[in-house]
């Protein structure tokens, strides 16, 4: 069974793995991060803070120098392996690049800082990850942080004291964060930079661990007794005395093995430390933590477990809306295409029929468009006095109409009837424009189809191709509807004008049988009779152009809007349909992440509840 801190130690890869961890968009992941607990090294410059960290992983992989060497936060997670397996480190940036070389190890790390601060003095608080697994350490998370300073040195701002302090305070006032404070031995523990900022932080000392360090640089005749147990400031921790390698042992590339044997040996025959000699060095330092970290997860386990569970249900939601992953067989691929036509299909017919807003804009060109269109064409112009005497008198050619002007009448009418084209075609291409509209809306709306750019685009140009059919068939039969009305005219409406005209002359003036038939008069009647006509059909034609064209065009395009592509489709070759499901490369990588998220999550939730269960 993995350790606890093992687990933690793949949780906190996960919130890093997408470089989301501190992102202001990623509160649940951030919260998870800050649940977590972790042990952050401060101490202030040349302290022995680096010394401190090699002795506890056994290796020299840290840089050195003279003043910041630490510019960037180090996240450091040592995982303890089983049996004999050669150790190696891992960075986080370099996934799946196992390092067997520290001095590589060292390297990069520096190459890693310059390539955010440059090769300068300024810092970031950036952090690099480092896993080392190795037989020869505990289970253990350590966070480096860049040495306090109180004076900028050239190259550095002015601020760089500030800045430092506040990254250090970024972390250690956490309530999870464990402080391992390094102060060296051979100077004031009053004026000790990690003690003073932790007692800031952490009055009571709940969360501190005092590290002394150059216990063996101390002036003859004094000792840190005082300090170690716990007299001059005391800790709710007992403190640990460490020595490091001497710089002339570092300049030898003295082996950590050799230099923790060493260590073990000078508190062992030290006659002022002798008796704390199996709670000082580096070795107990790191058990001691090791221990400590471990039952502060365990006593947090249910939290944890909670905000684990949490950032699952938001990745698998997140999963399902940005899609899952595609399969590779030409019938798989072949379903998912019409799963996600269907999508489509589904989204439009909302617009269509309500659910979604638009469909209404095809009711407004009906009941505004086209009436207003209808009341805007010429016939006053048409039916003016003289343009039907005109008419009248070029219909009845040589020869005079005897009783009433039949041809005169018709010709009036006919060229009447095809200023109706007009509105009648602006219909059918107004509500075109709409459907269009609405497959654009509809492409856009359909979550499903955001991760296909390429099918997107044959969908489109498919609805568009039949959205074109559908108005040419919608426009022949609105003109025909125009043409049948003329014709064929009415019968009955003119039966009946003769009699209405001789009763009404009767009942008025009998003499008016006489009125010359060619007068004024006589025109301006048979004006009014085609404008009562026309007025007819214009009714009638303003509920025809509806029906035809929603039957044709709104009808079809409910119906059969991808009919054709379905059939297209279903002649594709498998590489054809992969092509349709190109997703975009963003996308893809996204989905890669979170699948890598979710499962070093899922792994370490089961691995909790198993120890819950051990428990």
């Known amino acids: 069974m993995e350790s606890l801190i093992g687990l933690v130690n793949r949780i906190q890869q996960a919130c890093t793995v997408l470089g989301d961890y501190g992102a202001a968009d990623n509160n649940t992941f951030s919260s998870?991060?800050?649940?977590?607990?972790?042990?952050?090294?401060?101490?202030?410059?040349?302290?022995?803070?680096?010394?401190?960290?090699?002795?506890?992983?056994?290796?020299?992989?840290?840089?050195r120098g003279s003043g910041i060497v630490t510019r960037r936060p180090?996240?450091?997670?040592?995982?303890?392996?089983?049996?004999?397996?050669?150790?190696?480190?891992?960075?986080?940036?370099?996934?799946?690049?196992?390092?067997?070389?520290?001095?590589?190890?060292?390297?990069?790390?520096?190459?890693?800082?310059?390539r955010v601060t440059g090769r300068t003095k300024q810092i970031s608080p950036v952090p690099i990850h480092l896993s080392i697994y190795s037989p020869h350490v505990v289970n253990l998370t350590l966070i480096d942080l860049p040495g306090l300073t109180k004076v900028a040195v050239e190259g550095q701002p002015e601020t760089i004291a500030e800045d430092i302090e506040n990254m250090v305070r970024s972390y250690v006032e956490k309530p999870n964060c464990i402080i391992l404070a390094i102060s060296p031995a051979n100077q004031d523990i009053a004026t000790s930079d990690a003690i003073k900022i932790s007692r800031e932080v952490d009055p009571s000392g709940e969360r501190t661990f005092g590290v002394l360090t150059k216990l063996d640089l101390m002036d003859k005749g004094t000792n840190a007794l005082d300090v170690l147990e716990g007299r001059s400031y005391r800790l709710q921790h007992p403190w640990v005395g460490i020595v490091n390698r001497s710089q002339a042992d570092i300049n030898k590339n003295v082996d950590m093995i050799v230099a923790r044997r060493k260590e073990r040996e000078y508190f062992a025959t030290s006659p002022d430390y002798g008796h704390l000699a199996n709670k000082m060095g580096s070795e107990y330092l790191a058990r001691l933590l090791s221990q400590h970290l471990e039952s502060v997860i365990r006593a947090r386990i249910p939290s944890i477990t909670s905000l684990i569970n949490k950032t699952i249900e938001e990745l698998e939601s997140e999963m399902d809306h940005i899609g899952r992953p595609i399969a590779?067989?030409?019938?798989?691929?072949?379903?998912?295409?019409?799963?996600?036509?269907?999508?489509?299909?589904?989204?439009?017919?909302?617009?269509?029929?309500?659910?979604?807003?638009?469909?209404?804009?095809?009711?407004?060109?009906?009941?505004?468009?086209?009436?207003?269109?209808?009341?805007?064409?010429?016939?006053?112009?048409?039916?003016?006095?003289?343009?039907?005497?005109?008419?009248?008198?070029e219909a009845d050619g040589y020869q005079p109409h005897l009783i009433a002007p039949e041809q005169g009448y018709r010709r009036l009418i006919e060229g009447?009837?095809?200023?109706?084209?007009?509105?009648?075609?602006?219909?059918?291409?107004?509500?075109?424009?709409?459907?269009?509209?609405?497959?654009?809306?509809?492409?856009?709306?359909?979550?499903?189809?955001?991760?296909?750019?390429?099918?997107?685009?044959?969908?489109?140009?498919?609805?568009?191709?039949?959205?074109e059919r559908f108005r040419e068939e919608s426009k022949k039969t609105a003109i025909r509807l125009v043409d049948m009305e003329a014709s064929y005219l009415t019968v009955e409406f003119f039966r009946k004008l003769p009699q209405e005209m001789e009763k009404a002359g009767n009942a008025a003036n009998p003499a008016a049988q006489n009125v010359d038939r060619y007068g004024e008069g006589h025109y301006r009647r048979i004006g009014s009779n085609v404008s009562s006509y026309i007025g007819l059909v214009s009714d009638t034609l303003r509920n025809t152009i509806p029906k035809a064209v929603v039957y044709c065009q709104v009808r079809e395009a409910k119906m059969s809007l991808l009919n054709h592509f379905y059939t297209q489709i279903g002649k594709k070759e498998a590489k054809q349909l992969s092509q349709l499901l190109?997703?975009?490369?963003?996308l893809m990588e996204r989905r890669q992440q979170l699948a890598k998220r979710l499962e070093l999550y899922k792994a370490a939730r089961d691995e909790i509840d198993s120890v819950s269960w051990a428990r």
Not at 37 to 50: C, E, L, N, W
């Open 32 to 63: 998870l991060w800050e649940s977590l607990p972790s042990v952050a090294v401060v101490g202030g410059q040349s302290s022995g803070k680096s010394s401190v960290l090699e002795s506890i992983v056994g290796r020299d992989f840290l840089p």
């Open 74 to 114: 180090l996240v450091l997670q040592l995982h303890k392996i089983e049996g004999e397996a050669k150790e190696y480190a891992e960075f986080l940036h370099m996934p799946r690049r196992k390092l067997t070389d520290y001095a590589l190890v060292r390297k990069e790390i520096q190459d890693e800082t310059d």
């Open 328 to 393: 590779v067989d030409a019938g798989a691929q072949l379903y998912t295409i019409l799963e996600l036509c269907r999508a489509f299909d589904r989204v439009f017919k909302e617009h269509l029929d309500g659910g979604r807003p638009g469909g209404d804009r095809i009711y407004n060109v009906f009941d505004n468009q086209l009436p207003a269109a209808l009341r805007k064409l010429p016939f006053d112009r048409h039916l003016a006095l003289q343009n039907v005497r005109k008419v009248v008198s």
């Open 416 to 467: 009447a009837l095809g200023y109706f084209r007009g509105p009648a075609e602006a219909s059918v291409d107004a509500v075109h424009f709409v459907l269009k509209e609405l497959v654009r809306k509809s492409i856009a709306e359909t979550q499903e189809l955001k991760r296909f750019p390429s099918l997107q685009a044959e969908i489109s140009a498919a609805t568009n191709e039949a959205l």
């Open 582 to 586: 190109d997703e975009d490369p963003a």
